[in-house]
């Protein structure tokens, strides 16, 4: 499959970058970091309020922008990111329009995902090597969903904001490389999603002034408080860095999340992202 | 650098975890399908009684024929076969390579489409230079050769806010036609925004509810729809044209400009298909549509199945229209001169 071969060719994009030497030591004095981030991603979501069949898709329309500051052993990190995924279960066909007959494509579905997320750690350990933190993070899901079904289309939606622990590692390979990792679980999130029939009356009345930040507000008013138990959701980071320079460094990063929840219908969702980041210090 | 070997391994079996997670596809056959499309559609449809469909004893009468389904040509006629038993305009299947199949027969057979003709209406009874229209947007305006506003749309949209603006702007003329035939339907929340501009005092159009659940009795609870005045009123006459071919939102809009004191509905009934709809998909690829909504009007009625009907029964013939004559129009337009 074409998709599973991009995101391979990209895994083995990292790895080669991974293996170049560094030519320039980083300054450790600079407390705060902005990283630009652009890669393959891939998504599958098999969700049952709109099909039995797994989605599956790829996005190379996507970016996602880092701020790290740190101050003595705290660390504010604030990020958000972007993807439009064209997504699929098979493959998309022609058929006749009604009356005119004239053939055209079935609609295809799309997906739009965006994530803000803030946390604040603590340094718990620090080493020659390696640094530990902990602490929690405010996270936000937004998923815009475009299901095509052949002549039809139909909106569907899922928003999350959570709370929840999480934490990072940093391991110094040498002085100009050094991997990073973090793993984060909200535990506690508000959670809207499509109901049931999709369109119902409160859905309708939800949209029905037509603008989308009031559009957006509605539909989280409808949301519930949802535990763990209810709702897992985890995202996890690698990322490998390489000094540039004493302002600026490349990353290769590998992501992930795995999402689901049981309401009104199941729906399980995984996102990799393999990418490529520039970050300033300073 | 095994260290690195060790990881890029990782992160290829991380993502390759498909198989693990996710429910595998169901099955491919055309009996594994049918016996889909059965459970879902009874999952999620909600008029069965409005269109005074035994489901239980449809489903028995069919699952006889099902037995045996070998073919996607089998499971196409049969799935067909079953569908035209609602003769509901929201009931879709969408298959490759084929025309989209409506089970509503008037939609099927096109039954009365060329009775209703935008030519004529641009030709015969718009005054020169009043025509403006808009194929994306499907709509067509202008003021007829007697000074009443002219609107046509293809489908219920955001056109319907601009249209709105240009009723105020133009106050002065005699009245207002609205012709709703040949709409397909969209997002009837819009025909609201513009009623409301319509509208003088607070009014019920309908009340309605949806399948919430798998179960026989799983619906949310009745929500009333209101008009709600937004502007200051319009007072003049206004005449809705509906036809067979008015489905879905269209049929809501109607129902929304019905209430009002000072419109006469002309034409020929809706085409009864009220509720809202959601798609599902069936695994060998094909697409199909149902209602999911009970709907009652303001009157107490439920016009599902039935089509709303017009205040004044007009019905142009093919010889009017070859003619360049739309009688539907003519009726509009006299009851606004009257």
């Given at each position: 499959?074409?998709?599973?071969?991009l995101?391979?060719?990209?895994?083995?994009?990292?790895?080669?970058?991974?293996?170049?030497?560094?030519?320039f030591?980083?300054?450790?004095n600079?407390k705060?970091?902005?990283?630009?981030?652009w890669?393959?991603?891939?998504?599958?979501?098999?969700?049952?309020l709109?099909?039995?069949?797994?989605?599956?898709?790829n996005?190379?329309?996507?970016?996602?922008?880092?701020?790290?500051?740190?101050?003595?052993?705290?660390?504010?990190?604030?990020?958000?990111?972007?993807?439009?995924?064209?997504?699929?279960?098979?493959?998309?066909y022609?058929y006749?329009?009604?009356?005119?007959?004239?053939e055209?494509?079935?609609?295809?579905t799309?997906?739009?995902?965006?994530?803000l997320?803030?946390?604040?750690?603590?340094t718990?350990h620090?080493?020659?090597?390696?640094?530990?933190?902990a602490g929690?993070?405010?996270?936000?899901?937004?998923?815009?969903?475009?299901?095509?079904?052949?002549?039809?289309?139909?909106?569907?939606?899922?928003?999350?904001?959570?709370?929840?622990?999480?934490?990072q590692?940093r391991?110094?390979?040498?002085?100009?490389?050094a991997?990073?990792?973090?793993?984060?679980?909200?535990?506690?999130?508000?959670l809207?999603r499509?109901?049931?029939?999709?369109?119902?009356?409160?859905?309708i009345?939800?949209?029905?002034?037509?603008?989308?930040?009031?559009?957006?507000g509605?539909?989280y008013?409808d949301?519930?408080?949802?535990?763990i138990?209810?709702?897992?959701?985890?995202?996890?980071?690698?990322?490998?860095?390489?000094?540039?320079s004493e302002?600026?460094?490349?990353?290769?990063?590998?992501q992930?999340?795995?999402?689901?929840?049981?309401?009104p219908?199941?729906?399980?969702?995984i996102?990799?992202?393999?990418?490529?980041?520039?970050t300033?210090?300073? | 650098?095994?260290?690195?070997?060790?990881?890029?391994?990782l992160?290829?079996?991380?993502?390759s975890c498909?198989?693990?997670?996710?429910?595998?596809?169901?099955?491919?056959?055309?009996?594994?399908?049918?016996?889909?499309?059965?459970?879902?559609?009874e999952?999620?449809?909600?008029?069965?009684e409005?269109?005074?469909i035994?489901?239980?004893?449809?489903k028995?009468?069919?699952?006889?024929?099902?037995?045996?389904?070998?073919?996607e040509?089998?499971?196409?006629?049969?799935?067909t076969?079953l569908?035209?038993?609602?003769d509901?305009?929201?009931?879709?299947?969408?298959?490759?390579?084929?025309?989209?199949?409506?089970?509503?027969?008037?939609y099927?057979?096109?039954?009365?489409?060329?009775?209703?003709?935008?030519?004529?209406?641009?030709?015969?009874y718009?005054?020169?230079?009043?025509l403006k229209?808009?194929?994306?947007?499907?709509?067509?305006?202008?003021?007829?050769?007697?000074?009443?506003?002219?609107?046509?749309?293809?489908?219920?949209?955001?056109?319907?806010?601009?249209?709105?603006q240009?009723?105020?702007k133009?106050i002065?003329?005699?009245?207002?036609?609205?012709?709703?035939?040949?709409?397909?339907?969209?997002?009837?929340?819009?025909?609201f925004l513009?009623?409301e501009?319509?509208?003088?005092?607070?009014?019920l159009?309908f009340?309605?509810?949806?399948?919430?659940?798998?179960?026989?009795?799983?619906?949310?609870?009745w929500?009333?729809?209101?008009?709600?005045?937004?502007?200051?009123g319009?007072?003049?006459?206004i005449?809705?044209?509906?036809?067979?071919?008015t489905?879905?939102?269209?049929?809501?809009?109607t129902?929304?400009?019905?209430?009002?004191?000072?419109?006469?509905?002309?034409g020929?009934?809706?085409?009864?298909?009220?509720?809202t709809?959601?798609?599902r998909?069936?695994?060998?690829?094909?697409?199909?549509?149902?209602?999911?909504?009970?709907?009652?009007?303001?009157d107490g009625n439920?016009?599902?199945?039935?089509?709303?009907?017009?205040?004044v029964?007009?019905?142009?013939?093919?010889?009017?229209?070859?003619?360049?004559?739309?009688?539907?129009?003519?009726?509009?337009?006299?009851?606004?001169?009257?």
């Amino acid at each position: 499959m074409r998709s599973v071969r991009l995101f391979y060719f990209f895994l083995v994009l990292a790895g080669s970058l991974c293996c170049t030497p560094g030519a320039f030591a980083q300054d450790l004095n600079h407390k705060n970091e902005l990283q630009l981030q652009w890669g393959l991603r891939q998504y599958m979501r098999q969700d049952f309020l709109f099909s039995p069949m797994l989605y599956q898709g790829n996005s190379l329309l996507n970016a996602r922008l880092n701020y790290r500051r740190q101050r003595n052993s705290s660390i504010h990190l604030f990020g958000i990111s972007a993807g439009q995924y064209n997504m699929g279960s098979g493959p998309l066909y022609r058929y006749l329009e009604w009356r005119t007959l004239e053939e055209v494509d079935a609609i295809p579905t799309t997906f739009v995902l965006l994530d803000l997320h803030y946390a604040f750690l603590k340094t718990i350990h620090k080493g020659n090597k390696l640094t530990l933190s902990a602490g929690g993070i405010l996270e936000n899901g937004t998923g815009a969903f475009f299901w095509g079904y052949g002549a039809q289309s139909f909106f569907g939606y899922t928003l999350t904001t959570g709370i929840g622990p999480v934490l990072q590692a940093r391991y110094a390979l040498g002085a100009k490389h050094a991997l990073e990792g973090s793993f984060s679980m909200p535990v506690l999130s508000w959670l809207a999603r499509s109901p049931y029939a999709v369109n119902d009356d409160e859905f309708i009345a939800n949209q029905s002034s037509h603008s989308t930040l009031t559009t957006l507000g509605n539909l989280y008013k409808d949301g519930s408080l949802v535990t763990i138990d209810k709702l897992q959701k985890l995202n996890w980071m690698l990322s490998y860095s390489l000094s540039l320079s004493e302002r600026w460094s490349a990353a290769a990063v590998y992501q992930g999340e795995y999402f689901r929840f049981s309401a009104p219908r199941k729906v399980v969702a995984i996102r990799n992202e393999l990418s490529l980041g520039i970050t300033y210090h300073f | 650098m095994k260290k690195i070997i060790f990881g890029l391994l990782l992160l290829g079996t991380l993502a390759s975890c498909q198989d693990i997670l996710f429910e595998p596809d169901p099955q491919n056959h055309p009996q594994v399908i049918y016996e889909q499309f059965i459970t879902e559609f009874e999952s999620f449809y909600a008029p069965f009684e409005e269109r005074a469909i035994d489901w239980p004893e449809l489903k028995i009468r069919y699952a006889n024929q099902a037995q045996n389904l070998d073919s996607e040509e089998e499971l196409y006629s049969l799935l067909t076969a079953l569908m035209a038993e609602f003769d509901d305009g929201h009931i879709q299947l969408t298959t490759p390579g084929r025309e989209v199949y409506y089970a509503n027969s008037t939609y099927r057979e096109k039954t009365g489409y060329d009775l209703f003709n935008k030519e004529v209406i641009r030709t015969n009874y718009l005054a020169p230079g009043s025509l403006k229209e808009n194929s994306d947007e499907g709509y067509m305006r202008g003021m007829t050769n007697e000074g009443v506003l002219y609107i046509h749309t293809d489908f219920v949209g955001a056109q319907w806010e601009h249209l709105g603006q240009w009723i105020r702007k133009n106050i002065a003329a005699k009245g207002l036609i609205f012709d709703l035939r040949h709409n397909t339907g969209g997002d009837f929340t819009y025909a609201f925004l513009l009623a409301e501009q319509l509208a003088e005092e607070k009014r019920l159009v309908f009340t309605s509810r949806t399948k919430n659940g798998p179960g026989t009795h799983d619906y949310t609870s009745w929500h009333p729809w209101y008009l709600v005045p937004k502007g200051t009123g319009y007072t003049k006459p206004i005449v809705v044209l509906i036809d067979a071919f008015t489905l879905s939102a269209a049929e809501r809009a109607t129902m929304a400009f019905a209430t009002l004191p000072n419109v006469t509905l002309v034409g020929e009934k809706t085409n009864g298909s009220t509720s809202t709809m959601m798609a599902r998909e069936l695994q060998n690829g094909w697409y199909y549509s149902l209602s999911t909504q009970q709907v009652t009007f303001a009157d107490g009625n439920s016009y599902e199945g039935k089509g709303f009907p017009p205040d004044v029964l007009v019905q142009n013939q093919e010889a009017d229209l070859a003619a360049g004559k739309d009688r539907v129009l003519e009726k509009a337009i006299a009851l606004i001169n009257q």
